[in-house]
T-cell receptor, first 117, second 111 residues
Framework: GAGVSQSPRYKVAKRGQDVALRCDPI?????LFWYQQALGQGPEFLTY????????KSGLPSDRFFAERPEGSVSTLKIQRTQQEDSAVYLC???????????????FGPGTRLTVL | KNEVEQSPQNLTAQEGEFITINCSYS?????LHWLQQHPGGGIVSLFM???GKKKHGRLIATINIQEKHSSLHITASHPRDSAVYIC?????????????FGKGTHLIIQP
């Protein structure tokens, strides 16, 4: 079946603009994760959903970052009033999480490269 | 928050060499992930392991839970193995958490 998809693949925003990044997880996957990967760095955890519940948002860098997954499938990461330091690749991953609280393989999307000018 | 250290950061080897990449972490975990990322490419999960050893083709991953250490080995390395290899563990040590990643090991296999 289809893997994790993300859109747009590339986004250029002017400083101060709001952006919305979309993630379509693998169908049936319970868990969904957002990560931020700055150039030349490893990914950093942002937030995590189990179905529609946002269980952990401790990695969100500021209150300008907001994520939702209202129906437990597609998720949107929104960044308000973008700043240059927000420039990064935003990665989404999903996992089946067949057993609650038990680690499962995460399947990553291709990422959205955000450039803030 | 779990801290992850990987070594080496960069590794260049000749085709056919046996490769070892090391990972250590600070907080006890339920499982550790090894991931591969090609330049400009997405991240692919290679292994998730919680004990012992796993093998897939020329890749072998081992973990020592007591010592909080894991290794990724590549046998008979090939230029197509050139990529960044990343070790990741649950953010807070738990099972289904988001992941904390190491900085990655940039591997180049020369023909």
């Amino acid at each position: 079946g289809a893997g994790v998809s993300q859109s747009p693949r590339y986004k250029v925003a002017k400083r101060g603009q709001d952006v919305a990044l979309r993630c379509d997880p693998i169908s049936g996957h319970v868990s969904l994760f957002w990560y931020q990967q700055a150039l030349g760095q490893g990914p950093e955890f942002l937030t995590y959903f189990q179905n529609e519940a946002q269980l952990d948002k401790s990695g969100l860098p500021s209150d300008r970052f907001f994520a939702e997954r209202p129906e437990g499938s597609v998720s949107t990461l929104k960044i308000q009033r973008t700043q240059q330091e927000d420039s990064a690749v935003y990665l989404c991953a999903s996992s089946l999480a067949a057993r609650e609280f038990i680690a499962d393989t995460q399947y990553f999307g291709p990422g959205t490269r955000l450039t803030v000018l | 928050k779990n801290e992850v250290e990987q070594s080496p950061q960069n590794l260049t080897a000749q085709e056919g060499e046996f490769i070892t990449i090391n990972c250590s972490y600070s907080v006890g975990i339920s499982a550790l992930h090894w991931l591969q990322q090609h330049p400009g490419g997405g991240i692919v999960s290679l292994f998730m392991l919680s004990s012992g050893k796993k093998k897939h083709g020329r890749l072998i991953a081992t973990i020592n839970i007591q010592e909080k250490h894991s290794s990724l080995h590549i046998t008979a390395s090939h230029p197509r193995d050139s990529a960044v290899y990343i070790c990741a563990v649950p953010y807070s040590g738990g099972g289904a958490d988001g992941l904390t990643f190491g900085k990655g090991t940039h591997l180049i296999i020369q023909p």
